[in-house]
Nanobody, 121 residues
Framework: QVQLVESGGGLVQPGGSLRLSCAAS????????MGWYRQAPGKQRVFVAI???????NYVDSVKGRFTISRDNAKNTVFLQMNSLQPEDTATYYC???????????????WGKGTLVTVSS
């Protein structure tokens, strides 16, 4: 059983900052990577950022230089520091993880329920 719980969303003015957190509760699961997707109203869910177990990161071009992903492996937690937020960053942000589920003997992907970020003046 894997559960992801996001926190840190809210309303912020353009140019402001927010820090999202996602804590994973695990059982029989070895994490490979954790990351974030986002879904704006009326649009598809899209990739934002990922961090692997050895610390490699990747970002969508639109957030490079503004967002920073990090993780605490000991606490199975991933963070997304978002700076210089713009109205186009408004979306529900979803945490995800992929890794090996030993009970199912397979690679699995799990999602959180999302946290809403609204950037507006």
């Amino acid at each position: 059983q894997v559960q992801l719980v996001e926190s840190g969303g809210g309303l912020v003015q353009p140019g402001g900052s927010l820090r999202l957190s996602c804590a994973a509760s695990l059982s029989s699961f070895r994490i490979n990577a954790m990351g974030w997707y986002r879904q704006a109203p009326g649009k598809q869910r899209v990739f934002v950022a990922i961090i692997t177990s050895d610390g490699n990161t990747n970002y969508v071009d639109s957030v490079k230089g503004r967002f920073t992903i990090s993780r605490d492996n000991a606490k199975n937690t991933v963070f997304l520091q978002m700076n210089s937020l713009q109205p186009e960053d408004t979306a529900t942000y979803y945490c995800y993880t992929n890794g090996f589920n030993s009970r199912r003997n397979s690679v699995m992907v799990y999602w959180g329920k999302g946290t809403l970020v609204t950037v507006s003046s």
